[in-house]
């Protein structure tokens, strides 16, 4: 029996310890969705400063930029995930979401090239049969966004013109309330006519009539750039506060289900010792009454 009581005490003892740990990693999960939420409201101003210059800049008439025919081009896809587990069916879910859009795409014999941001969402897309897949690292703060941005940018070729007329799209999880995010897809490149017609039809603030400092072309092109960083920035913002959303709700099941446990070995552990009691009593007494009948 004492065997058995030591046996619950390491296991109270085990699962206090895991306790601690999944408290500690909730409160960090916190904090990171807290800065990752906080950097995507900032980008709120920068991203409407960035579409009321294209929106003053792009010519009302023609295509903004000479785009060239990309039904055979070639596709560039960004699938944002994690790098860590603990996150559900956080990576399955934009993979599955990515793979669907992509298949289009492949049908139709066009040279797709994936590059996943994370190593796990990069085994999802391997398992579902997409074989050119490269890799990007998670950032792990908000300062780490910029230069993944800046070298996607950079691979991808976003700042020539020839790279212009390229298929760029973005596949990632966006937050909705608490814990819940839904996957989204979004075509960066090629700048076609939809794209310009959404920001002609945007709304100038004021009645002055906007101007360009040295011309409209020479800031056009500038203005494109920022517009594709402050995308590319946004979906790894709304992708991590998502990660740490879904890691959170992960912890706190995790954290639900070792209470229970703890609650059922406790349970077991005083039932087990007052059994034990009980019984050391009942020796006792029955000794007692034993020595009496033999002093009779």
Same mark, same amino acid.
């Given at each position: 029996?004492?065997? @058995? @009581?030591? +046996?619950?005490?390491?296991?109270?003892?085990?699962?206090?310890?895991?306790?601690?740990?999944?408290?500690?990693?909730?409160?960090?999960?916190?904090?990171?969705?807290?800065?990752?939420?906080?950097?995507?409201?900032?980008?709120?101003?920068?991203?409407?400063?960035?579409?009321?210059?294209?929106?003053?800049?792009?010519?009302?008439?023609?295509?903004?930029?000479?785009?060239?025919?990309?039904?055979?081009?070639?596709?560039?896809?960004?699938?944002?995930?994690?790098?860590?587990?603990?996150?559900?069916?956080?990576?399955?879910?934009?993979?599955?979401?990515?793979?669907?859009?992509?298949?289009?795409?492949? &049908?139709?014999?066009?040279?797709?090239?994936?590059?996943?941001?994370?190593?796990?969402?990069?085994?999802?897309?391997?398992?579902?049969?997409?074989?050119?897949?490269?890799?990007?690292?998670?950032?792990?703060?908000?300062?780490?966004?910029?230069?993944?941005?800046?070298?996607?940018?950079?691979?991808?070729?976003?700042?020539?013109?020839?790279?212009?007329?390229?298929?760029?799209?973005?596949?990632?999880?966006?937050?909705?309330?608490?814990?819940?995010?839904?996957?989204?897809?979004?075509?960066?490149?090629p700048l076609d006519e939809a794209w310009r017609q959404n920001l002609?039809?945007?709304?100038?603030?004021?009645?002055?009539?906007?101007?360009?400092?040295?011309?409209?072309?020479?800031?056009?092109?500038?203005?494109?750039?920022?517009?594709?960083?402050?995308?590319?920035?946004?979906?790894?913002? &709304?992708?991590?506060?998502?990660?740490?959303?879904?890691?959170?709700?992960?912890?706190?099941?995790?954290?639900?289900?070792?209470?229970?446990?703890?609650?059922?070995? +406790?349970?077991?552990?005083?039932?087990?010792?007052?059994?034990?009691?009980?019984?050391?009593?009942?020796?006792?007494?029955?000794?007692?009454?034993?020595?009496?009948?033999?002093?009779?």
């Amino acid at each position: 029996m004492s065997d @058995t @009581t030591e +046996n619950l005490r390491r296991k109270i003892k085990s699962a206090s310890d895991l306790q601690s740990v999944v408290r500690t990693m909730k409160a960090l999960t916190a904090s990171s969705i807290g800065q990752y939420e906080r950097s995507v409201e900032a980008l709120a101003d920068y991203y409407r400063t960035i579409e009321l210059g294209l929106h003053a800049c792009l010519p009302r008439d023609g295509a903004p930029l000479n785009a060239a025919s990309t039904n055979t081009a070639s596709v560039n896809a960004i699938v944002f995930g994690s790098d860590q587990g603990l996150v559900g069916q956080f990576n399955d879910v934009v993979a599955e979401f990515a793979f669907s859009h992509l298949s289009q795409f492949l &049908e139709l014999k066009r040279p797709v090239k994936i590059w996943a941001v994370g190593e796990r969402v990069k085994d999802r897309l391997l398992d579902l049969g997409l074989a050119d897949v490269g890799l990007y690292s998670v950032p792990n703060s908000v300062a780490a966004i910029s230069p993944l941005v800046g070298q996607i940018l950079v691979d991808n070729q976003v700042s020539q013109g020839d790279a212009l007329v390229s298929n760029l799209q973005l596949f990632y999880n966006r937050p909705l309330a608490a814990a819940i995010y839904e996957p989204v897809a979004k075509q960066l490149l090629p700048l076609d006519e939809a794209w310009r017609q959404n920001l002609i039809s945007l709304t100038w603030p004021t009645k002055t009539v906007p101007e360009a400092i040295g011309g409209k072309a020479n800031a056009l092109r500038p203005l494109v750039s920022s517009y594709l960083f402050v995308s590319l920035f946004r979906a790894c913002a &709304e992708s991590l506060a998502s990660e740490n959303a879904s890691r959170l709700a992960a912890m706190q099941r995790a954290e639900k289900n070792i209470d229970d446990l703890l609650e059922d070995l +406790n349970g077991s552990f005083h039932r087990l010792r007052h059994s034990n009691i009980d019984e050391e009593l009942f020796e006792v007494v029955s000794g007692f009454e034993a020595l009496g009948a033999r002093d009779k």
